[in-house]
C-alpha cells in the first residue's frame, strides 16, 4: 500500500524491533527500521516517514538527540519507548518535543491507539483545522470556542479564566500526553513551569465543573507523576 503511512522504528534491542514490526505491518502501515541513532538520522532525512517510534537508550546516542534534530524542522509526530525505572527521561522526551510514550512492556493495542491519535492530531495540525473557531463536542462536555462558553450536557458551567484556558489548551492537544511543565508555560507563561501544585488545584476544581465524576474523570486524565491528557473517544 503506497499511501499508508510510514511508521520509522527506531529500537536497538531485535525481539522488540522483531514484534513492533510484525505487529504494524499487520496494520496497514508500511514500516521502516533503524538500530542505531546515525542510521535513524539517515533513514529520517532519505525517507521522511510520517511517524517515529523512539527508544530512547540507543548505541550510539541519546534518543532524546534525536528528537532535538527532528525538531528543528519537523513536527512529525514521535512516540518514545522508555524503560520502567527511567521515569525522567520520559518527561524530558516530552519536554523536548515528544507527542507520546510508552512504557516497556506495553500491549500492541495500546501502541496501535496510540499511533491514532498521534497520526489524526498531526492531519488535523496540516489541515490547519487547530479548533479555535467552532464549537468542541465530546462526550457530554461542549466548549463553545467563540462564545467562550461551557456545557455539561444542558447545564452551563462556569469556569474562571485560567480554568477556560488550562481546558482550552488541553482541548487543543485532545489525545496528546502533556507534561506539567508544558501545560504550566502555555496556562500560566515561561516564570511559572515550577508550580505542579498549582496546576493540581486547579485541575481538580476545573474536574468539579466539568466532571459527572470528579474522582473518576472522564475527560481530563491523570498520567501518574508526568501531566495530563485530554480523553478522545478511541
Ligand atoms: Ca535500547
Known sequence: MPDAPLILIIEDEKPILRF????????????ATAESGAQALAMIEAHL??????????????????IDHVRQWSQLPII????????KDKIDALDRGAD????????????????????RHRARAIAGDDQTAGVFESGDLRVDLQERRVFVGTE??????????????????????????FLLREVWGPGYSEEVHQLR?????????????????????TEQGVGYRFATNE
Open 20 to 31: 513492533l514490526t510484525a505487529s504494524l505491518s499487520g496494520q496497514s502501515y508500511r514500516v
Open 49 to 66: 516517514p510520517d511517524l517515529i517510534i523512539l527508544d530512547l537508550g540507543l548505541p550510539d546516542m541519546d534518543g532524546v538527540e534525536i
Open 80 to 87: 518514545v519507548l522508555t524503560a520502567r525505572d527511567r521515569e
Open 100 to 119: 507520546d510514550y510508552l512504557t516497556k512492556p506495553f500491549a500492541v493495542g495500546e501502541l496501535a491507539a496510540r499511533l491514532r491519535v498521534a497520526l
Open 156 to 181: 452551563e458551567a462556569h469556569l474562571t479564566p485560567i480554568e477556560y484556558r488550562l481546558l482550552t489548551t488541553m482541548i487543543a492537544h485532545a489525545g496528546k500526553m502533556l507534561t506539567h511543565r
Open 201 to 221: 488545584v486547579h485541575m481538580a476544581n476545573l474536574r468539579q465543573k466539568i466532571e459527572a465524576e470528579p474522582a473518576r474523570p472522564r475527560h481530563l486524565l
